[in-house]
């Protein structure tokens, strides 16, 4: 089962810092995400969704591949490529995989303009390394599905900028 954290910042620009730190932690194996996505709150106080994976131009590209590939079949592969890339991005369009866009959106709603906020699933993690990693950026945990220990224990390692607690979230 994975574990939902959000953490607000104080900037437009550090949530998605933190986004790409976490992804290079993965690709080192120190984590292991379900999902990951930004919500900003921009000046005016317009929210804007940013996910990690877009998923109707992921959807256009497999539709199209397999479309081609039957329309080929068929003696017709543009026409299979075309209908096979709508058909793909319409079906990713209408696909929520990870954080509910909803829940996070109502989140953003709330949030002070010129500010950003992180929402991550993670399904496995090595506690020390990430945290040791995101600390130096800061930020309030707004929302998890940790522990009450745990929650606090994650804030007081964003809190104390970089100072790591021997007993860190899970």
């Given at each position: ?10 900037d ?19 984590i ?20 990690a ?30 209908v ?32 950003s ?54």
């Amino acid at each position: 089962m994975s574990d939902l954290v959000a953490i607000a910042y104080d900037d437009e620009f550090k949530a998605e810092e933190v986004r790409l730190t976490l992804a290079k932690l993965q690709r080192e194996h120190l984590i292991e995400l379900e999902d990951a996505a930004v919500v900003v709150k921009d000046k005016e106080g317009k929210v804007k969704l940013k996910q990690a994976v877009n998923l109707p131009a992921a959807g256009a590209l497999s539709g199209g591949f397999w479309g081609l590939l039957i329309g080929t079949l068929f003696l017709a592969p543009v026409l299979g490529a075309a209908v096979g890339a709508a058909s793909g991005a319409v079906g990713g369009a209408l696909t929520d995989i990870g954080v509910d866009d909803k829940f996070m959106k109502e989140l953003g709603e709330t949030m002070q303009p010129g500010t950003s906020a992180l929402f991550v699933l993670i399904r496995k993690v090595t506690p020390d390394k990430v945290l040791e990693e995101i600390a130096p950026y800061g930020g309030k945990v707004i929302r998890t599905s940790l522990s009450k220990d745990q929650e606090s224990q994650l804030q007081e390692v964003l809190s104390k900028h970089g100072v790591s607690l021997d007993s860190a979230p899970a």
